[in-house]
């Protein structure tokens, strides 16, 4: 104990402590005084009040925000739909209540229960949705039928309806019913903006901009009957509806992308590369957003979330594929920047390349001769590269990856991006726990072996190629409304780097990936004829390794055939579209993937009429089938281990 | 060592109150949630004896030993709460759990003793002039209070938050500020309120603008205090009885096992009920002051008016809340509500209470 207290005895405080006794005192009074007020003066109005619980909340779901393309034309929107609901609370005959149900609006008592089961928990005066869009005459029935029924309840809801079904079904994503996880951890806020039974976006742009969509879900306070029938409205708020949001897609290029894509599995993706606005997103196989709606049974989900071409996939960000050919272009971009080579360096291209005891083949059975960086992209020669990437080796290549966006997610707005992979011996000594051999080099400078990339980081880096060596954030939204139709937030590209690299390079690479359309030998020189400057490049992603030379795709089993890219931009010297397309087991890129991306150039670049949105459940309207008159079917084979 | 004169001094009053009212809370979690988690007031019993039995040896070991400590045991508890920032738990949108094994630790809770500690020793070594404390005198005292304040209002928890203001400026009040200090300080903290006014999230502010005006918030906590009055109200003189209550078992009320405990109690145990318990808090409270007043030193006399206050603010605040006297902020009863750091600090509390009054006579 210190010395000081002896003569500094508490004393001195001592006053006030009586001071803080009686401001104790009066806080006890005031509170004793409320007690006798609330409990006493006023017990019998808060006991009635209490007895039939009649004050109850009514929620009003907000109307959410409708989801535009570029030009104007809707995508997403809303319309009226009735829900059965029940109060379970209110119900005097359950029995009854059941089998009128049954009886008015098909709804079977199993089905009651379930519900009910999983509302339980849940306030019983709250509404649990019982069936969602009734048909008019069921809603008719039920109406005629309500007063015999308590507790029974018809609202009009806000039903969500995307007007070209399967055709943006990635893009939009789906909404569903909140789940608990969501509503527990979706929000930081401590007041919920949401409450059990919301709809909530789940994917794409649905999930992408929930916040913007949702709006501000409004309610009454009512007071009711002991049947639960009103009495009167003590306060109602009106919902206010969520914002619009203008997407920077182009709703004829996204319909050109998904009609290209029938009956095939892939990705197409479109950017203006001058701005990283994303133009279209197909992902395929698709689904029709518009079943999901109104929660579909446990077994229709199960089947989709089952089914073997992971129809919830989206491709575009969430498919992970080797390159291939379409990585030269790094390869050769990695290789000029360090003097390894320069425009003017010839190396011999022959049939197949000897390292090792591995004898690595060209997909030309008669090789390319002795030819410059330029031909050899312009031909995809894969004996070039072998010797070239060698060169540069592995360090080089996965910094220049690094560097045009690859194994890194390209920032876009939905979740779920993957970051594709960019190998490095430190990576597979930690992940295999062995040493890189030097082979492997020879595969990754072809873009095969660990290489993996989304089909949307391989467009970003063409992109940046296209417009000069800015790598953007790929952008979804244009602008955003609120729903008096006034802007209130417009979106300006997002920067991701610049890349660094010289003028000169990239010239390089700009004309040879001209001369891959342009250029006699180029293997995508049939769209040429189509006129518009076409830049790109061909690839073709080994599935499996082939012993033979196999000519006849047909003749492989589909799940071993080579998945099919291109990507490229155009018009060359002034870039307005770039687009890739991955043709899942397609085969040859120049002719799974090539024409596939001229539908989608020409219908950006030479505006078609309009279209008009399918009705109903029909599909879009079939593509023309068939790649159009290919010259010859000779794409590039990869580097044959 | 204990000793056999300290044995007699043991402080029946405030056992007899903490132990009573902690037991009204059991019992009044197990009718609030028997229907929906029966478990929780299981856990509430386990944390009542944990509590019991750190209790005792608080009880036994000298104070001085906490004065010995004090600034340790507060930095400690700002660590843990700079952690539970960074990597806490987050429920509710809040950042306040740290867990540890099985058992997830509130550390705002804790905090709040532990200041009251700090700020206990601090100004037990000020040599306070009889006009009060000058304004450099204060720099101290308010760097201990603003960290935990900031770190506590950042998670965000308004309601613990305003706890550790109301216990400082009780505790700088009672030690006696400068008039020429007080005027203006009090002066620049209503100028603040503006200010601080946009520091609030959202809902935070729904909650004021629905005390002030009730029917501003319909869905919200204005429903919520509506559905509270109710529930008190509807008790009337003897209540409906035990676990007879529709209130709280039908979810009519937010939080009725936590925030708003006291109305499903009232509402079982009405008028009868609701005067006894706060008439346990009067008693207690007034003795803590006792106390306090009977504290023979500055340290043990300022832990016993910090812990007082701590205990006087939890309560009225609270229980203004639920009877719809004051905004909705979240801060539980003390003793009642649910939860296990928020009991353990409260019986902890009372442990050093207890500590102090059995001491007080012995040189």
């Known amino acids: ?641 | 060592m204990i000793e056999k004169r300290l044995l007699a001094q043991i402080d029946w009053i405030l056992i007899s109150t903490t132990l009573v009212l902690a037991l009204v809370g059991i019992a009044s979690i197990y009718s609030a949630t028997y229907l929906e988690e029966p478990s929780l007031y299981q856990r509430q019993t386990y944390w009542l004896l944990i509590g019991a039995a750190i209790m005792l040896p608080v009880v036994i070991v000298d104070y001085s030993i906490l004065d010995r400590f004090a600034y340790v045991i507060y930095a400690a508890s700002i660590l843990t709460l700079i952690f539970a920032l960074i990597f806490g738990r987050t429920v509710g949108g809040a950042q306040r759990w740290i867990s540890i094994g099985f058992v997830s630790i509130q550390p705002s809770e804790f905090a709040k003793l532990s200041f009251i500690l700090a700020l206990s020793k601090h100004l037990s070594t000020k040599d306070v002039s009889r006009k009060g404390l000058g304004l450099e005198q204060l720099i101290v005292p308010s760097a201990l209070f603003v960290i935990p304040f900031l770190l506590v209002a950042k998670q965000p928890d308004l309601g613990t938050a305003l706890i550790f203001f109301f216990v400082f400026v009780s505790m700088i009040l009672v030690v006696k500020i400068k008039t020429k200090i007080l005027v203006p300080s009090a002066a620049a903290f209503l100028a603040m309120i503006p200010i601080g006014w946009r520091f609030l999230k959202v809902y935070q502010r729904a909650r004021l603008i629905s005390f002030i005006d009730p029917t501003a918030d319909p869905l919200g906590s204005g429903y919520h205090i509506l559905q509270s009055k109710i529930a008190i109200g509807s008790g009337r003189f003897f209540g409906k009885g035990f676990t007879q209550g529709t209130q709280g078992s039908h979810l009519f009320l937010p939080a009725h096992h936590t925030d708003f405990i006291f109305p499903t109690f009232a509402e079982e145990w009405g008028f009868a009920g609701g005067i006894v318990v706060l008439a346990l808090f009067c008693i207690l409270i007034t003795r803590g002051l006792g106390v306090a007043a009977a504290g023979k030193d500055r340290f043990s006399f300022l832990l016993a008016i910090g812990i007082t206050a701590l205990f006087f603010w939890h309560m009225a605040i609270n229980a203004g809340m639920v009877m719809g006297l004051l905004p909705v902020v979240g801060v539980p009863m003390p003793f009642l509500s649910y939860g296990g750091s928020f009991l353990l600090t409260m019986l902890l509390s009372s442990a050093i209470l207890m500590n102090i009054s059995m001491r007080r006579y012995i040189f």
Do not use: C
């Not at chain 1, 019982?130 to 507790?151: C, S």
């Not at chain 1, 806020?189 to 916040?211: H, M, Q, R």
């Not at chain 1, 290029?253 to 892939?266: D, H, N, V």
């Open chain 1, 1 to 641: 104990m210190k010395e000081y207290f002896l003569d500094k005895e508490p004393k001195e405080f001592k006053s006030r402590v009586f001071f803080a006794l009686w401001v104790v005192l009066f806080a006890f009074s005031v509170l004793v005084i409320r007690l006798w007020y609330l409990q006493i003066i006023r017990g019998s109005h808060f006991s009635e009040l209490s007895r039939t619980n009649s004050i109850r909340l009514i929620k009003a779901q907000a109307p959410r925000g409708i989801i535009y393309d570029r030009n104007g034309g809707i995508l997403a929107e809303n319309r009226p739909g009735f829900d059965l609901s029940i109060i379970p609370e209110d119900v005097q005959d359950w029995e009854k209540t059941k089998k009128f149900l049954t009886r008015l609006a098909g709804i079977d008592e199993k089905t009651i229960e379930e519900r009910l089961r999983k509302a339980r928990g849940r306030p019983p005066y709250r509404p649990v949705k019982l069936k969602e869009d009734l048909t008019w005459e069921e809603m008719v029935r039920v109406a005629a039928y309500k007063f015999e029924l308590p507790g029974v309840d018809i609202d009009v809801g806000q039903k969500r309806i995307y007007a070209y079904n399967e055709a943006t079904t990635h893009l939009m994503g789906y909404l569903g019913e909140i789940s608990e996880r969501e509503y527990s951890e979706f929000r930081t806020e401590e007041e919920n903006p949401y409450s059990p039974g919301d709809v909530i976006g789940k994917a794409g742009a649905e999930l992408a901009f929930e916040d913007e969509l949702m709006g501000i879900n409004g309610g009454k306070q009512i007071e009711v009957d002991a049947l639960g029938r009103l009495v009167s409205v003590i306060k109602n708020i009106n919902p206010y509806p969520g914002n619009n949001v203008h997407l920077t897609i182009d709703l004829q290029a996204q319909i050109a992308a998904w009609e290209a894509m029938e009956g095939r599995a892939g990705a197409v993706v479109a950017m203006d590369p001058q701005t990283g606005e994303v133009l279209a997103m197909v992902s395929t196989p698709s689904y029709n957003p518009n079943d999901l709606i109104d929660g579909v049974s446990e077994e229709e989900w199960t089947a989709i979330v089952q089914n073997p071409m992971k129809v919830l996939t989206n491709r575009v960000i969430q498919g992970l594929y080797p390159p291939a050919s379409t990585f030269k272009v790094i390869t050769a971009a990695a290789a000029l920047e360090e003097g390894v080579i320069d425009p003017s360096t010839k190396i011999y291209a022959g049939p197949s390349f000897k390292y090792g005891n591995h004898e690595y083949r060209d997909w030309k059975e008669e090789g390319h001769g002795t030819i410059d960086v330029h031909r050899a992209i312009v031909e995809s020669a894969d004996t070039f590269f072998y010797q070239v990437g060698l060169k540069v080796g592995l360090e080089r290549l996965a910094r220049y990856s690094t560097l045009f966006g690859f194994g890194q997610k390209t920032g876009i707005a939905f979740t779920n991006e993957k970051n594709g992979l960019v190998p490095t011996a430190e990576w597979k000594k930690r992940v295999y726990g062995a040493p890189w051999f030097e082979g492997e080099t020879v595969s990754v400078s072809v873009g095969q072996g660990f290489m993996l990339t989304t089909p949307l980081q391989l467009l970003n880096a063409y992109s940046a190629i296209a417009n000069g060596g800015t790598l953007y954030v790929p952008q979804l939204v244009g602008s955003v409304d609120a729903p008096e139709g006034v802007a209130i937030r417009k979106f300006t590209p997002v920067e991701k780097r610049r890349i660094d690299i010289s003028g000169k390079t990239l010239a390089v690479l700009k004309d040879a990936l001209r001369g891959v359309v342009a250029e006699d030998g180029g293997t995508a020189r049939f769209l040429n004829s189509y006129g518009l400057d076409i830049a790109g490049k061909t690839g073709t992603a080994q599935v499996m390794r082939m012993r033979e030379r196999i000519k006849n795709v047909n003749s492989i089993p589909y799940k071993f055939r080579d998945h099919g890219w291109f990507v490229g931009y155009a018009p060359s010297d002034d870039p307005k579209i770039a687009v890739v397309v991955l043709v899942e087991h397609g085969g040859f890129g120049a002719s799974s993937a090539a024409p596939v991306a001229l539908k989608v150039m020409q219908a950006y670049l030479e505006k078609k009429p309009e279209i008009t949105p399918q009705d109903g459940s029909s599909g879009p309207v079939a593509a023309e089938k068939g790649p159009p008159a290919a010259g010859k079917n000779d794409g590039d084979g990869g580097g044959d281990l």
